[in-house]
């Protein structure tokens, strides 16, 4: 698989097709600016409370970025359907904050809180119903660039929700190159998002997280892409992240 321009703006495409079927972007072929003022109008609707629009708010302690793959698994699968169709609605919008969870559980509610306290999960939710939070906190900087881990393997939790396969193994590839650890799990929590909400990602399967500069240095096939405005480049779309199909 070659990771082309037109390749990356399918892929940016079926995604907007898939979260907002609505918008007149979506009845015409889809340009990077056509992509980019569609995401725009998106979290828009997701500040505002417009449209249904939610967000989810994840106060972070500090970054294990396998224990976070895991613990963002578990938080997207116990999400009610209807709950984590707004959300998917809303580009999966997610707005993260420094804090300790373990000292806030008293003052707010939280969907989901991990295993070693290191991240929790709000919402999803309109962002009027968050703002004690997010004013009390201040954003998660991770201005740090990432650097490369040899790879891990993380087990999905287990849940009750209903599947009609058998757990799978695939491999989680990240793009390091010019990516800070805030922009991981920006890049990241979108693609795990996305990904459980379709099922490509369930209960029990097993994710092997491996970093590499560029995902183009790779062949592929993916089940899922994480592609977004390229930063350097802005009127060029980046794949971020890739989820292999099972192995």
Known sequence: MTLSPELLLTVAAERLRAARPDLPACA??????SLLAAKERIEGDAAVGG????STVVVVRDVRLASWVRETCAFVLSLPPEQA???RRSFTRALYLAGRPDNLGERFTFAHVAADGSAAWAGP?????????RRLL?????RGPLTAWRPVTVDVPRTARHRDRGPVHRDLYLATEDLTVSDALVQLGHLLSEAVIDGTIGPGD???LRAVPRLTELAG??????VDTDRRHPNELRAYAGLTQEN
């Open 206 to 208: 097993r994710l092997t």
């Open 138 to 142: 201040k954003t998660f900087s991770g």
């Open 125 to 133: 939710l309109p962002d009027e119903a968050t703002t004690g939070l």
């Open 85 to 87: 169709d707004a959300w």
């Open 221 to 226: 096939p993916y089940a899922a892409l994480r």
């Open 28 to 33: 015409t072929p889809v340009t990077p600016h």
């Open 51 to 54: 449209t249904g629009g939610v």
